[in-house]
């Protein structure tokens, strides 16, 4: 079922991202384990990789109905590529939905 980002708390975007990184694993045959705000999906996930992240951005762009960029899992800081935490990804993804789109 799609959802609306805007009728979403920040608790349940935090809970649809966790539920998609959540799906990709199962579906790729991988472990699934819990995963806390501040922690990086891309660091701290086993074998949750960059193209697993594109995944995941892709299903919750579809689900949420918001255009995101490619890979929200990641950041360039200084023109270095940085992982996001969990709070992090919430945050760029409701800064999307105020914006109509990363």
Not at 33 to 54: K, N, Q, T, W
Request: charged share 35%.
């Amino acid at each position: 079922m799609e959802k609306k980002i805007d009728q979403l708390s920040r608790e349940k975007i935090s809970t649809e991202i966790v539920e998609a990184i959540d799906r990709c694993q199962t579906a790729s045959g991988r472990e699934v384990r819990p995963i806390l705000g501040r922690e990086c999906p891309l660091c701290s996930i086993p074998c949750f990789d960059s193209l697993c992240a594109v995944e995941v951005t892709a299903e919750l762009e579809s689900r949420l109905q918001i255009k995101l960029e490619e890979n929200i899992f990641v950041k360039t800081t200084k023109g270095k590529v940085n992982a996001r935490t969990l709070d992090e990804v919430c945050d760029r993804l409701l800064s999307a939905a105020r914006k109509g789109g990363a």
